[in-house]
């Protein structure tokens, strides 16, 4: 099982990012993903659920109205849109699946003018 996550960089606040996820080495479409992000010294945060049709959504108070999650069954990915964009999100990105104990490398994005 593996992810591989893309899209951090820089940005200035109130501007976006999509970050995206390339699953492999399961049958995605069965299965929930998560986004989580870890920013330094802090510990890993739940920050947005999907269910396997992408019919369920679920955010973290932080992130509720600004962030989108979605997937697309077809491809293996799910994204993360991030819009309105403050630099309390500075964090590494990473998406998993709570069926497996497997993380990927994350991404950073970093919220600063």
């Known amino acids: 099982v593996q992810f591989v996550e893309s899209g951090g960089g820089l940005v200035q606040p109130g501007g976006s990012l999509r970050l995206s996820c390339a699953a492999s080495?399961?049958?995605?479409?069965?299965?929930?993903m998560r986004w989580y992000r870890q920013a330094p010294g802090k510990e890993r945060e739940l920050v947005a659920i999907?269910?396997?049709?992408?019919?369920?959504?679920i955010y973290a108070d932080s992130v509720k109205g600004r962030f989108t999650i979605s997937r697309d069954n077809a491809k293996d990915t799910v994204y993360l849109q991030m819009n309105s964009l403050k630099p309390e999100d500075t964090a590494v990105y990473y998406c998993?699946?709570?069926?497996?104990?497997?993380w990927g490398q994350g991404t950073q994005v970093t919220v600063s003018s």
């Open positions: 080495g399961f049958t995605f479409s069965q299965y929930v």
């Open positions: 999907i269910g396997s049709d992408g019919g369920t959504t």
């Open positions: 998993t699946c709570p069926r497996f104990n497997s």
